[in-house]
């Protein structure tokens, strides 16, 4: 098979062009000496090189590169000038002895100045200058790797230029041809390739080896990974493009069969909540009462933790079902108690939804600090969904807290609103932008299913179908989930550890965001209770301003709720 050289001549030729380029400058090099007065010179600006001694005709090569140096850094320190002049004899095959020691000393000594002195191009090529002279294994190994990437970039860049796209503007991710690339290369994957990363973090690393070079190097490689053109920059904008474009195909495919039923009215639809339930009997009983005050049909409660006297008085209700989950529970369940409360609260959750399909037409799973908010009877709103959904959507509101423990204010998220994210920071200045929709707990909402579809499985934020989220859900208007999540600062308080290690406030790698747990560890760590407190009171706390901030940005919710005289409704009087 005959092979035809990119370059005529093959690597002989190659070699022969770039020695061309190499030829010494004059000898009457120019440099000052090795121990010159670096500090004089970062001191001393360079002038117009038309009104002295470097202005043109030019003697020889070497002025004329000494004029276009103080050409182009005129303005900029002497010690510029010198920089750049040391760097064209060190790319020469010979140079002045003292040239690399001369070199060094600035990178050494001066290197923060020239750092705000120069720009990208010459910051590229005295890391080019350091993988050709380094001192030390690093210094050239860092160098010559910076030297091949940078070199490979402006290649690839400057081609890319025929395309007719700018730098700043990815190719679209659905256009990509199915070919090898050379070397029989396999493509980089948008979706969980990690050449980007390894290529960046490797070269970060290795120039932590060596004092001199690390600044310059970590310099160029932050530049590189904030400049919003260039091949990192789209390719991470292509790859959560593509990521959303699998997503969004992968969900548009997973519609849970909803069996054919006759339509129900609000009168003869009826629905009911399952929760699994850790807490006294009066905030059980005030969440119950609320519920069944709206219409439920029925409430499965799961005490997490067995508590007879508060099962005897729910169960009194005729629509209150509840299982205490005890060691009997969950041996009768043939598993293991699982762990994380999560896990439970889905199996119980699931388990209510198959035991409910000839019961009822709707089944929500919530928590007992959350309380459904419709503006009309709820079964007005869920017997005018369409027959074919699977899920309905509850989003939240979460309360705004209040010393008594009794919010009437709730604030949604700006994406429920139709409020740019980046307005949050007029709502919350300090910590807004650091929680997503400037929310402490969950922004997904809950959900009501229909029971009775196989395969499905009832999970906290979703209904699952084979496995995946199901997708033909809708999001009913006039309906939100209030949720209690702080009423007050010694609530907050007293379930922050729990939550942050084992609850909502656990990291979240999907999102862009701090999130609540590393940023509460961090106001604690730095400032104590204080750092907490300042951040409750402009997050969580009911105050004027927070209202009136939310109110013109459309996020706030108002909602009067009387526990009290619903439960004496209910229940009567609780012992």
């Not at 120039?207 to 190097?217: F, H, K, M, R, S």
Request: include cysteine; charged fraction near 25%.
């Amino acid at each position: 098979m005959s092979r035809t050289p990119t370059y005529s001549g093959g690597i002989q030729a190659v070699i022969a062009q770039y020695e061309a380029r190499r030829a010494p400058l004059p000898r009457d090099h120019g440099l000052p000496p090795a121990d010159t007065d670096l500090t004089a010179l970062a001191n001393q600006t360079v002038d117009d090189p038309d009104k002295g001694p470097f202005a043109p005709p030019f003697a020889d090569n070497l002025h004329r590169k000494t004029y276009q140096l103080r050409k182009e850094l005129q303005g900029h320190s002497e010690l510029t000038v010198l920089h750049g002049l040391t760097i064209s004899h060190l790319r020469k095959r010979s140079f002045p002895g003292h040239a690399p020691l001369l070199f060094q000393r600035l990178w050494a000594e001066q290197g923060a100045h020239l750092l705000d002195q120069l720009d990208a191009r010459w910051m590229v090529s005295a890391v080019t200058t350091f993988g050709d002279h380094g001192t030390t294994s690093v210094q050239r190994s860092t160098g010559l790797a910076l030297t091949t990437l940078f070199g490979m970039m402006k290649l690839y860049e400057s081609e890319r230029l025929y395309s007719g796209k700018p730098p700043d503007k990815p190719f679209p991710v659905t256009d990509r041809l199915r070919a090898k690339l050379p070397l029989q290369m396999d493509a980089y994957a948008l979706v969980g390739g990690g050449l980007d990363v390894n290529l960046i973090a490797r070269l970060w690393q290795e120039a932590e080896g060596d004092a001199v070079i690390q600044p310059l190097a970590h310099h160029l490689l932050d530049l590189l990974i904030h400049d919003p053109g260039g091949v990192f920059r789209r390719l991470s904008i292509m790859s959560a493009r593509k990521a959303r474009r699998d997503k969004s195909e992968a969900e548009a495919n997973n519609t849970a069969p909803v069996p054919a039923r006759l339509r129900k009215t609000p009168e003869t639809l009826r629905w009911g909540l399952v929760s699994t339930v850790k807490a006294p009997l009066p905030q059980i009983a005030r969440f119950a009462a609320h519920h069944l005050d709206l219409g439920a049909h029925v409430l499965h409660l799961y005490l997490d933790a067995p508590d007879p006297e508060a099962a005897t008085l729910l169960s009194r209700h005729p629509r209150i079902h509840v299982t205490q989950c005890d060691d009997s529970y969950w041996q009768a369940s043939g598993r293991a108690r699982p762990e994380a409360h999560q896990l439970r609260q889905a199996f119980n959750a699931t388990r209510t939804l198959r035991a409910s399909a000839d019961v009822l037409d709707w089944l929500g799973h919530i928590d007992h600090d959350e309380f459904l908010i419709p503006n009309r009877p709820l079964s007005q709103i869920l017997s005018g969904v369409a027959p074919d959904i699977a899920l309905a959507r509850v989003p939240p509101a979460e309360a705004l807290a209040r010393e008594d423990g009794t919010p009437c204010h709730f604030k949604l998220t700006h994406k429920q609103a139709g409020v740019k994210k980046s307005q949050l920071q007029d709502i919350y200045p300090t910590f807004g932008l650091h929680l997503y929709g400037g929310f402490l707990s969950h922004t997904g909402g809950k959900v009501f299913a229909r029971p009775g579809i196989p395969d499905t499985r009832l999970g906290i934020h979703t209904l699952k179908y084979k496995g995946e989220d199901a997708t033909n859900r809708t999001k009913p208007d006039g309906l939100y989930l209030a949720h209690f999540h702080a009423p007050d600062w010694a609530h907050f308080h007293s379930h922050l550890t729990f939550r942050r290690e084992r609850g909502s406030y656990r990291a979240n790698d999907a999102r862009p965001e701090m999130g609540q747990g590393a940023l509460l560890a961090y106001l604690e760590q730095e400032e104590g209770e204080a750092g907490l407190r300042a951040f409750f009171g402009e997050i969580c706390a009911d105050t004027p301003v927070l209202r009136a901030r939310l109110a013109a940005h459309g996020m706030l919710l108002t909602h009067d709720f009387d526990f009290d005289a619903c439960v004496r409704r209910v229940f009567g009087e609780l012992p």
